[in-house]
T-cell receptor, first 110, second 118 residues
């Protein structure tokens, strides 16, 4: 059974810091991994999708890496801003569904 | 449409009433998923459609929950005889292809329906 864990559960940092959010999964036989952002009262926004053949994927200040063999992905946020405050979720496919972690709640203060 | 649309955004209902939640996926997206999310948790899978066929309903908690997608586009999640424990955020997502089938499997979520059963 695929299980997804995210560490830390919560993170509070001053503006400008570089951040690393961690995602671990138990079954390494995945096709891809997706990172989402969740804002209170709003939907999930897809940030990055990494295919299993890729090791990294970048979008602006975001960089996601994937190491299938060790069952890990990291989301790197450069030069964090207060607007980055949200909950970040990773998800991996398991047959026909996505399995989500419980998320990292990030707060970036000015 | 431009994104996944869910309605209503908020629903308050009395215990015992039936509710119907609607999802309008991105045009052309083959796959449609329903998830339920409790506060402080990640979304949990409920059911999945490929076109109009319900391929997997293993996540539906009991037989009070049902879903349909009769024409392979709009989907409705129905909860009969609602109970307080059904209160949650219900999320719908769509993708061009099912998970695990290559690059066109990125899932896009709607804003969700917040259901409160009183």
């Amino acid at each position: 059974k695929q299980e997804v864990t995210q560490i830390p559960a919560a993170l509070s940092v001053p503006e400008g810091e570089n951040l690393v959010l961690n995602c671990s999964f138990t079954d390494s036989a995945i096709y891809n991994l997706q990172w989402f952002r969740q804002d209170p009262g709003k939907g999930l926004t897809s940030l990055l999708l990494i295919q299993s053949s890729q090791r990294e994927q970048t979008s602006g200040r975001l960089n996601a890496s994937l190491d299938k063999s060790s069952g890990r992905s990291t989301l790197y946020i450069a030069a964090s801003q207060p607007g980055d405050s949200a909950t970040y979720l990773c998800a991996v496919p398991n047959t026909d569904k996505l399995i989500f972690g419980t998320g990292t709640r990030l707060q970036v203060f000015p | 449409g431009a994104g996944v649309s869910q309605s209503p955004r908020y629903k308050v209902t009395k215990r015992g009433q039936d509710v119907a939640l609607r999802c309008d996926p991105i045009s052309g997206h083959v796959s449609l998923y329903w998830y339920r999310q409790a506060l402080g948790q990640g979304p949990e899978f409920l059911t999945y459609f490929n076109y109009e066929a319900q391929q997997d309903k293993s996540g539906l908690p009991n037989d009070r929950f049902s879903a349909e997608r009769p024409e392979g586009s709009i989907s409705t999640l129905t909860i009969q005889r609602t109970e307080q424990r059904d209160s949650a955020m219900y999320r719908c997502a769509s993708s061009l292809a099912p998970p695990g089938q290559g690059r066109w499997t990125e899932a896009f979520f709607g804003q969700g329906t917040r259901l409160t059963v009183v």
